[in-house]
Nanobody, 126 residues
Framework: EVQLQASGGGLVQAGESLTLSCAAS????????VGWFRQAPGKEREGVSC?????????YYSHSVRGRFTASRDLAKNMVYLQMNNLKPEDTAVYYC??????????????????WGQGTQVTVSS
């Protein structure tokens, strides 16, 4: 059974950094694409990053986080990470990791992914 668990959220000030972790089980993170999404109160869940499988080796970011966020994986730990630098108040949201999807043109859409983990709250104060 595919399972994902995001963690590492918290309360930080604008300009600070935070690293989110996504623990995977039931699949190997190197074999599948993994997406990071976020959902702010009253807003749609939006794609933040898409890390393709090891074979393709591509990473995509939304315009709003490109240059500040970095997605990576640790094959030995079967974990995926989202390093978030220079955080802004508008980054405040619940962050989720997802798999059983892909980094095609629709990667940023919630409907493109099948399996989701529990989210972790990130709050950025100004």
């Amino acid at each position: 059974e595919v399972q994902l668990q995001a963690s590492g959220g918290g309360l930080v000030q604008a300009g600070e950094s935070l690293t989110l972790s996504c623990a995977a089980s039931g699949f190997t993170v190197g074999d599948y694409s993994v997406g990071w999404f976020r959902q702010a109160p009253g807003k749609e869940r939006e794609g933040v990053s898409c890390l393709s499988n090891e074979g393709k080796g591509n990473t995509y970011y939304s315009h709003s986080v490109r240059g500040r966020f970095t997605a990576s994986r640790d094959l030995a730990k079967n974990m995926v990470y989202l390093q978030m630098n220079n955080l802004k108040p508008e980054d405040t949201a619940v962050y989720y990791c997802a798999t059983e999807g892909g980094c095609g043109s629709a990667w940023h859409r919630r409907s493109a992914w099948w399996s989701w983990g529990q989210g972790t709250q990130v709050t950025v104060s100004s």
